[in-house]
C-alpha cells in the first residue's frame, strides 16, 4: 500500500500519465472510494449500468461513466455518502457467441463438450478476459465502490433472480405456452419484441392466386383469390384466407374453401375484423405459426398451426417433399418459381417495409411457433407507468416521459426464456416419471433443486434446458446487488435499507424499454419485502433518469467501426489524458441534444488541464516567494486587504458555485462544464492573476502581499474543488501541492465551499465587467493599429456623470497594469478628438489619440495597400461564388471554404477601411 505522494515543485509542463496512474492507486489503495452506512449523512447511490462481460470501452461508455463519475464525485464533496456500485452482465448470447468462436477455431462445437463443460469453459474465459472494461474504467478515473463490485451470475444474484422468477410463478405471473416469438436463426434462441431492431428495407410484394373450390367440393373452380404477401415461401403453411367481414366485395365468398397452391391443401376463407381492406387486395393468407398477427385470427377461429421451418429457419416435414430441407430464401425463390410456372403469381410490385433483425448479430428474424416462458407484463406495468406520470421517477430530458408512457400503455407479455446454454438456467423441472409410470403433468417450480417429486416421489427429474433472458437478472440489480434476498454476505440488508432507493440512474435511452421501466416494475413489485412498506417513493428503484446523449463524429454520423470514425478511448487518453477526455465529452454534451465528436476537440480539455497547472504554477512560485498571510480564523477566504479585485473574484466564485449548483441540479452538466471553464479560465486566470501582480510586485508592505498570495490560493483551492468532479486527477495533484496537507487527505474527500451569498455583489461584477470590455476594447486599438506593447497611451472617455466618472477612477490602477494606460481623461458630449482610433463600450465611448503613438503616413500607406491587396483577392472569390459551374461541379467542402474566405475578406476589410477613416483626421 502506497502512502500518500509526496508534495513536490510543480514541474514546467503538466504530465497526465504520470499523476493519473499515481493518483488512482493512492485512492483505491486507501480505500477513499468506500462507502460504508452512516446515519449522520444522506446517501446518494448510483448503481452503474453494468456493461457486458465482453465488452471494452467506447466512446458511449465515456460519456455515460464520466456523467456518473462526475454526479458522484460532486455529492461526495457536498456532504452525501456517496456510494457508486459497479459491476458487469453475463450478456448471454453474445458471451456464448464469443467462446463459441474461440472453439470453432480449435475445429469443435460446444455440442462437442456437452453442457456442463461448456458452462465451466465460459466460466473460465470470463476469469480470463472478463473484467476487461472493468479495468479500462480505472483508466478513465471512476470512484466506484470496488469492494462492492457485482457479476449478474454471481451465486447472491443468482439467489435473486430464483426468487424472484418463483414468487411470479407463484402468482400466477409467469408461465409457459405456445406462442409466436421472434426467432434469431443464426443464435437459435428466441428474443423479446425490444431486442429486434427495425429498419426499412426495399422488397417485394407478390400477389398470388388461390383457386376457390366448388360448393361442397374439392374441384377448384375457374374463379381465384388474390392475395399480397412479403413472404410468399410461408404460403406452405396457410391455414386460412381472411377477409374483412364488412367488405361487400367477399361477403359472398366467407365459409367457402379455397385451394392452396403448390401444396393442394384445402383451406377456409373467413371473415376476420383485423383485415384492412386497403391493402392489398384486401385479403390476407392467414399462417398462424409464422405471423404474430396470423397467431391470433388463428387462435380466434381454431386453425391449425402449421410450423414450415426448424430453428436454423430450414423448411421441415411438414412441407411438400419438393421444398424441404431448404434454406427459407432458397425455398422462396423455388415458390415463386414454381408459381410463375403454374400461373398463379399474378403480378409482382416494388414494396418498402420494415424488417425486423436480431439486435446482436443483424440476422433477419424469423417470427417462430415454440414453447417459451412468459411475464404478464400488464399488472407489473400500470404501477411503473404511474410513478413516471406523477413524477416520483423523473426523467431528463422529459421528453422520454412521452416515449415510455406509449410503450407501457401498449406493453405486451415479455418472453424471457432463450435457447442458450449460458445464462441463468430457468428453475424448472419435469417429472420423469417411476416404476414405468408416465411423469406427473405439472411442472416443479423451486428455489433450488429438488431432490424428487413432491407428487409422485420419483427422483427422475430432468430441468428446463433453457435459460432466462439477460434482462431478468439486469431488472433486479439495483437491489440484488446488494445480496437480496440476504442470501450474501453480512450486514448487507442494512446496506440495501440505507442506499436503497438508489439517487440518480444515467444510461441510454435505447434501453428504456429492456431495462429502465422493467427495473421500475422490479422495484416496485419486490422492493416492499425490505423496505417494509408500500408507499412508491420508497420503492422505486431510482428518483432520477438521465438518458445520454448520442456520440456522433464531426459530421452528424452515428460512430461505427466500420466508418472508421469511433476513436478509441484508451488512446485518447493516453495522447490526451483522462481529465481532457473527461471534460470535453461533457463540455460537448447538452441535455438531449447529440454531441458531435472528434479525437481534435480533446485539445479543449488538454490547454484547459494546460491552463489551470501553469496558474498553479504562478500561486505556488509566489507562495514560495512572498509566503502566506497567518490566519487569524477557521475560514475558507483570507478577508485582510480586500481591493476591488478581491471583491469582485469573491463574488465572482461565489456566484460560480451557486450556479454550478443550481446545474447539478437539474443534471445540466454541458452548464456545469461552461460555468467552471468560464470562471477559472477567464476570471481568474485571465483577470485576477494579472491584477492581482501590480501589487505582488509593486510597494505594498509585504503584509498586504501575504493576504494577496493566500486570497489566490484561498479562491483557486475553492475553484480547484469545483472542478474535482469533472477533472479528478490534475486538480487533486494540484490541491495537494498548493497547501500541506494531512497523510490521506485528498481532495476527493475535501467538502466544495458552499456558496455564500454575501459575497455576491452584482454591482461590483458589472463594474469590472465593463472595466475588461474598456481593457479589451484598448488591446484591439492597440493590435490594430500597430502601436507597440511598451508605448504607454492616453485613454479619453466619454463620460458626463460624476458617479461613473468615480467608477472607472476606481479601476485605473488596472488600466494602467494591463492596458498601459499612463493618462485617463474625460470629455464632454461635443468633444471629438482629433487623429484617435475610438470604441463603443456599454454605449460610452472612448478614444485612444494616436498623433506621437506611430507614424500617421506610413501607416496610412500601410493600410491602403493591405485594402487594395484584399480587394483584389474579394474580387477573385466573388468571382469565382458567382460562377454557376463552378458552385454546382466543386466539392461542397470547396464551395464552403471559398464563402468562408469572403466572409473573412469582408469582414478584414470593414476593420481596415474603418482603421483608415480613424487616421484621416
Not at 432466462?468 to 440484488?480: A, I, N, Q, R
Not at 429492456?514 to 420508497?538: C, E, N, Q, Y
Request: aromatic letters at 10%; charged letters at 30%.
Amino acid at each position: 500500500m502506497s502512502d500518500q505522494p509526496p508534495a513536490t515543485a510543480l514541474p514546467k509542463t503538466y504530465n497526465p500519465q504520470e499523476t493519473e496512474e499515481k493518483w488512482y492507486r493512492f485512492w483505491e489503495e486507501h480505500h477513499l472510494f468506500r462507502a460504508q452506512v452512516n446515519p449522520e449523512k444522506k446517501p446518494y447511490t448510483i448503481v452503474i449500468p453494468p456493461p457486458n462481460v465482453t465488452g471494452v470501452l467506447h466512446m458511449g461508455h465515456i460519456l455515460n461513466n464520466t456523467l456518473q463519475d462526475a454526479f458522484i464525485r460532486y455529492k461526495r464533496m457536498t456532504g452525501y455518502e456517496a456510494c457508486w456500485i459497479p459491476g458487469t452482465d453475463h450478456a448471454g448470447i453474445a458471451t456464448q457467441n464469443v467462446v463459441e468462436r474461440s472453439l470453432i477455431k480449435e475445429g469443435k462445437t460446444r455440442h462437442d463438450l456437452g453442457r456442463e463443460k461448456f458452462v465451466e469453459r465460459v466460466w473460465e474465459w470470463r476469469k480470463q478476459y472478463g473484467g476487461v472494461i472493468i479495468r479500462q474504467l480505472r483508466k478513465l478515473g471512476t470512484s466506484c465502490d470496488w469492494d462492492r463490485e457485482r457479476f449478474t451470475m454471481d451465486e447472491s444474484l443468482s439467489a435473486a433472480v430464483r426468487e424472484v422468477f418463483v414468487r411470479l410463478y407463484e402468482e400466477g405471473l409467469i408461465y409457459r405456452g405456445k406462442y409466436i416469438v421472434n426467432w434469431c436463426p443464426k443464435d437459435h434462441t428466441a428474443i423479446s419484441d425490444d431486442e429486434v431492431n427495425y429498419s426499412e428495407a426495399k422488397g417485394k410484394l407478390y400477389y398470388i392466386k388461390y383457386p376457390i373450390l366448388a360448393k361442397g367440393k374439392s374441384t377448384p373452380t375457374k374463379k381465384f383469390l388474390t392475395v399480397a404477401t412479403t413472404r410468399p415461401e410461408t404460403m406452405l403453411g396457410d391455414t386460412a384466407i381472411a377477409v374483412n367481414p364488412k367488405d361487400e366485395r367477399y361477403k359472398h365468398l366467407i365459409g367457402r374453401m379455397a385451394l392452396l397452391p403448390l401444396a393442394e391443401r384445402e383451406i377456409p376463407i373467413i371473415a376476420d375484423d383485423f383485415v384492412d381492406p386497403a391493402f392489398g387486395t384486401g385479403m390476407v393468407k392467414v399462417t398462424p405459426a409464422h405471423d404474430p398477427n396470423d397467431y391470433q385470427i388463428g387462435v380466434r377461429h381454431s386453425l391449425p398451426q402449421i410450423n414450415i421451418f426448424d430453428i436454423s429457419a430450414r423448411t421441415i416435414d411438414s412441407v411438400p417433399r419438393k421444398y424441404r430441407d431448404l434454406d427459407r430464401y432458397e425455398a422462396r425463390r423455388l415458390v415463386l418459381e414454381d408459381l410463375e410456372k403454374s400461373g398463379l403469381l399474378l403480378k409482382t410490385e416494388d414494396h418498402v417495409h420494415n424488417v425486423g433483425r436480431c439486435y446482436r448479430c443483424d440476422t433477419v428474424i424469423e417470427p417462430y411457433l415454440s414453447d417459451q416462458w412468459f411475464v404478464r407484463m400488464q399488472p407489473l406495468a400500470a404501477p411503473a407507468l404511474e410513478v413516471v406520470q406523477n413524477g416520483t421517477v423523473r426523467f431528463y430530458p422529459d421528453r422520454w416521459t412521452k416515449v415510455y408512457e406509449h410503450w407501457m400503455s401498449n406493453i405486451r407479455d415479455w418472453c424471457i426464456s432463450r435457447q442458450l446454454w449460458w445464462g441463468h438456467r430457468i428453475p424448472v423441472w419435469y417429472c420423469e416419471g417411476r416404476d414405468d409410470k408416465p411423469g406427473c403433468p405439472e411442472p416443479i417450480v423451486s428455489r433450488s433443486a429438488p431432490a424428487a417429486c413432491p407428487r409422485c416421489g420419483s427422483t427422475s427429474l430432468r430441468q428446463d434446458e433453457d435459460v432466462l433472458d439477460t434482462w431478468f437478472s439486469s431488472w433486479l440489480w439495483p437491489f440484488s446487488v446488494h445480496d437480496w434476498p440476504m442470501g450474501g454476505k453480512p450486514g448487507t440488508e442494512k446496506d440495501l435499507r440505507y442506499f436503497y432507493p438508489t439517487s440518480t440512474l444515467v444510461t441510454a435511452p435505447d434501453i428504456i424499454f429492456f431495462w429502465v421501466a422493467r427495473m421500475i416494475m422490479a422495484g416496485l413489485k419486490f422492493a416492499p419485502s425490505f423496505t417494509g412498506t408500500t408507499a412508491p417513493t420508497d420503492n422505486v428503484p431510482f428518483r432520477d433518469v438521465y438518458f445520454t446523449s448520442l456520440v456522433r463524429d464531426d459530421k452528424g454520423r452515428k460512430m461505427s467501426k466500420s466508418l472508421g470514425n469511433s476513436p478509441e478511448p484508451l488512446d485518447l487518453i493516453a495522447d490526451y489524458g483522462a481529465d481532457a477526455v473527461r471534460f470535453t465529452i461533457l463540455y460537448l454534451a447538452p441535455l438531449g441534444q447529440d454531441i458531435l465528436y472528434s479525437r481534435e476537440k480533446n485539445e479543449l480539455g488538454r490547454n484547459f488541464a494546460n491552463k489551470i497547472w501553469n496558474a498553479g504554477r504562478f500561486v505556488l512560485m509566489n507562495r514560495d516567494q512572498i509566503g502566506e498571510a497567518s490566519r487569524t480564523a477557521d475560514t475558507p477566504f483570507t478577508l485582510d486587504h480586500l481591493d476591488l479585485a478581491d471583491r469582485w473574484i469573491l463574488s465572482r466564485l461565489h456566484s460560480t458555485t451557486a450556479e454550478i449548483d443550481s446545474a447539478m441540479v437539474q443534471f445540466d452538466i454541458n452548464r456545469v462544464s461552461k460555468t467552471i471553464y468560464d470562471f477559472f479560465w477567464h476570471d481568474y486566470c485571465d483577470w485576477y492573476l494579472e491584477m492581482v501582480k501590480s501589487r505582488l510586485y509593486g510597494s505594498e508592505p509585504e503584509a498586504v502581499k501575504q493576504a494577496v498570495v493566500s486570497r489566490a490560493i484561498d479562491v483557486y483551492d475553492a475553484a480547484l474543488r469545483l472542478l474535482h468532479p469533472l477533472m479528478p486527477f490534475v486538480t487533486e495533484e494540484l490541491w495537494q501541492n498548493i497547501r500541506k496537507r494531512q497523510p490521506l487527505e485528498s481532495i476527493m474527500r475535501a467538502r466544495i465551499t458552499p456558496a455564500d451569498m454575501s459575497f455576491v455583489d452584482t454591482d461590483v461584477e458589472k463594474e469590472m465587467m465593463f472595466v475588461q470590455n474598456v481593457i479589451e476594447n484598448v488591446r484591439t486599438i492597440r493590435s490594430e493599429m500597430g502601436i507597440v506593447p511598451s508605448k504607454d497611451i492616453g485613454l479619453l472617455m466619454r463620460l458626463t456623470d460624476e458617479k461613473s466618472r468615480a467608477s472607472i477612477r476606481r479601476y485605473e490602477g488596472y488600466l494602467q497594469r494591463l492596458a498601459r494606460v499612463s493618462s485617463l481623461g474625460f470629455i464632454d458630449e461635443t468633444t471629438r478628438p482629433k487623429l484617435s482610433a475610438s470604441a463603443v463600450v456599454d454605449g460610452r465611448e472612448l478614444f485612444v489619440p494616436l498623433e506621437g503613438l506611430i507614424d500617421l503616413e506610413i501607416e496610412r500607406a500601410r493600410l491602403q495597400k493591405e485594402i487594395d491587396r484584399l480587394a483584389g483577392m474579394l474580387d477573385g472569390v466573388q468571382r469565382k461564388l458567382s460562377n454557376e459551374s463552378f458552385v454546382a461541379k466543386a466539392p461542397p467542402e470547396v464551395v464552403e471554404r471559398e464563402r468562408e474566405k469572403l466572409d473573412a475578406f469582408g469582414h478584414t476589410m470593414e476593420k481596415l477601411e474603418k482603421s483608415l477613416e480613424m487616421l484621416k483626421g
